[in-house]
């Protein structure tokens, strides 16, 4: 149930396109703020207290892109994003573009006959009323 809720929650965040990146960024900005009172309470300089703050709290990049793979599809997005960036490069080149896509319409529908033409002769045995009956004629010299 648990991994239901989950992935109705990553779902909805990435339909809605929702991000919790203010409160991500609130809640890291206390957790400094925090840890800079104590080291200035320990007796720090207080610029000396904040950089030893952001080296305890660690990558902030980090800890942001490890929070987005917990709140979104990252495989969905991932994709998403090079379509988008395929549509791009290939709206550029309009040349090579039709070239490709005439080539993938041929080959496929090139495939497809075939297909469909020993698919009718050799895959699918005849319709015939008495199938057992059928003899093969042939002369011999």
Known sequence: MRILKRLFARTLNFVTGRRGDARLREEMEQHLAIQTEENIRAGLAPEEARRQARLKLG????IRESYHVEEGLPLVENLLRDIRHSVRVLA???????????????????SSAIFCLMDALWLHPMRVPHPRRIVRVFAST
């Open 59 to 62: 990558a902030v990049e980090g």
């Open 92 to 110: 550029k080149s309009t040349g090579f573009t039709t070239a490709v896509v005439t080539t993938l319409a041929l080959g496929i529908g090139s």
